[in-house]
């Protein structure tokens, strides 16, 4: 059975890295669409929620995606249809982000 003093400094440490985590992550994960719709030959700009390795788009033919210098991503719809932006970070996070494309 654990020591009561260590179990209760152990919640203590788990529910404070918890917060902490929390206050982070929060902000910049709102900002992230969850889809981002845009028109053929025009481009969108949103914020990424942490630094990404890489972000790819799954079909190249619907629309392509850079990451800028900023820490922002810019996607670009190529013709009409649906495909999803595939990232990750240096942790190997996934981040997915699906995107339509609508006509002109």
Do not use: C, N, Y
């Amino acid at each position: 059975m654990a020591h009561p003093v260590i179990s209760r400094r152990l919640v203590r440490l788990l529910f404070a890295g918890g917060i902490a985590l929390a206050v982070i992550a929060g902000p910049a994960l709102s900002q992230t669409p969850e889809e981002v719709l845009v028109r053929e030959g025009k481009s969108a700009t949103f914020p990424l929620p942490r630094q990404l390795q890489r972000l790819v788009s799954e079909d190249p033919s619907v629309a392509v995606v850079e990451i800028l210098p900023d820490g922002k991503a810019r996607v670009t719809g190529v013709s009409p249809g649906t495909t999803q932006l595939v990232g990750r970070d240096h942790a190997q996070m996934p981040l997915v982000i699906r995107v339509r494309v609508l006509p002109e």
